[in-house]
């Protein structure tokens, strides 16, 4: 069996798609000046060494918009696996629909809160376009 060795990094990141009582998704776009600004993606961030996916998103999301969660909150829906130009990105893709918090931008993001039907409206990196298939699904 051949295999392809690529010379990029794999950057684990995880991401959260925060499910309000509406039934509404949580999208943030990236701010200026950030690689793919512009964008809207999932709340979350990269996953540092010794972490674990759940316990990123429970720093990422009280340092990003100041929500709080739980681990057991947190399911596994999906995730994304996607070769950029200069590394390859792995993201699972959590659900949470029980938080404390009322989400608010805290790194110069703007946020809004969603429908998974509309979410297409809205562009997304190319690593979280494909997932959001599967919201729409769910929800």
Excluded: N
């Excluded at 990094?9 to 995880?14: G, I």
């Excluded at 998103?57 to 947190?74: A, H, K, M, S």
């Excluded at 893709?93 to 809160?113: S, Y």
Aim: hydrophobic share 40%; proline share 9%; charged share 25%.
């Amino acid at each position: 069996m051949s295999q392809i060795l690529t010379g990029k990094r794999l950057l684990l990141v995880a991401a959260c798609a925060l499910v309000d009582t509406d039934g509404r998704v949580l999208l943030a776009q990236r701010p200026e000046g950030k690689q793919l600004a512009g964008l809207w993606e999932f709340p979350g961030g990269k996953v540092e060494p010794g972490e674990t996916p759940e316990q990123c998103l429970i720093r990422e999301l009280q340092e990003e918009i100041g929500i709080e969660t739980d681990i057991p909150c947190l399911a596994p829906l999906t995730f994304a696996s996607h070769s950029y130009d200069d590394f390859h990105l792995l993201m699972p893709l959590f659900v949470c629909r029980r938080f404390r918090g009322i989400a608010q931008p805290k790194e110069g993001q703007v946020l809004k809160w969603v429908r998974p039907k509309q979410m297409r409206d809205y562009p997304m990196p190319p690593a979280d376009a494909p997932l959001i298939q599967f919201l729409i699904d769910l929800l």
